[in-house]
């Protein structure tokens, strides 16, 4: 029975081998990436699409409570002190002082507030979507316009809205979830990816915005 002598072993071709190996695994995986995120919504996968719309929907809803958070403050404050202004100069100075300490403090605390629901509606929005899209195997725009008509029912159902401001909170969701999907629908076919409605009821075949002009031009200079 002969024994192998370890240093009688190419190491050199074998780790080269192995990191051939490991560089194509990574290579398919990023390929693979790629591709489902090319055919997602707005070319991002599901979780960093929620992740981002609800950070962003955060950020803006948090900016827009901390400027009202502030405004209001500053009104109360100066109706509770109204009747007590100071008339010197050290006066103003702590007066101002306690203001802007008053004011941060109720900014802050609305900034959250508003932020938390902004971004929580959002990410519920898109979650709802992302779910729909899943369920039917369709990414068009009739899953986003239902995924912002789901919560508007919601809430007009826990308000306990009347039926006329309840229909109206869905009629103005549902347009603008209209907005919304046909927009996306809009993105998905210039960066020619098929638009299952536009090609089985109106034989629009997917294209690159780049080709289509590519085409267009070609297609002249023959006529030409």
């Known amino acids: 029975m002969t024994t192998i002598n370890p240093?009688?072993?190419n190491t050199t071709a074998?780790?080269?081998q192995s990191n051939q190996e490991h560089i194509q695994g990574i290579y398919d995986d990023i390929q693979k990436i790629h591709q489902e995120s090319f055919n997602s919504r707005l070319g991002m996968p599901s979780i960093a699409r929620i992740t981002l719309f609800t950070l962003g929907g955060s950020f803006v809803g948090g900016l827009g409570g901390m400027l009202k958070g502030w405004t209001d403050a500053s009104l109360k404050y100066l109706a509770a002190n109204s009747h007590r202004l100071p008339t010197s100069y050290n006066g103003w100075f702590f007066y101002?002082?306690?203001?802007?300490?008053?004011?941060?403090?109720?900014?802050m605390s609305s900034a959250f507030k508003s932020g938390g629901k902004v971004g929580g509606f959002i990410g519920i929005i898109f979650s709802i979507e992302s779910f729909l899209d899943y369920i039917r195997g369709q990414t068009d725009f009739c899953n986003t316009m239902m995924a912002v008509c789901i919560p508007g029912f919601t809430y007009a159902w826990y308000s306990k809205?009347?039926?006329?401001q309840a229909k109206e909170l869905i009629n103005k969701g549902g347009k603008i979830g209209l907005l919304l999907g046909l927009s996306q629908d809009a993105l998905q076919?210039?960066?020619?990816?098929?638009?299952?409605?536009?090609?089985?009821?109106f034989g629009i075949k997917p294209m690159k915005l780049s080709d289509r002009l590519r085409?267009?031009?070609?297609?002249?200079?023959?006529?030409?």
């Open 96 to 107: 101002h002082k306690r203001k802007t300490y008053y004011c941060t403090k109720n900014a």
């Open 189 to 201: 076919f210039i960066r020619g990816i098929d638009v299952w409605y536009l090609n089985q009821w």
């Open 161 to 164: 809205m009347s039926k006329v």
């Open 14 to 16: 074998l780790n080269a």
């Open 215 to 224: 085409k267009y031009a070609n297609d002249n200079n023959i006529k030409k």
């Open 7 to 9: 240093d009688d072993l």
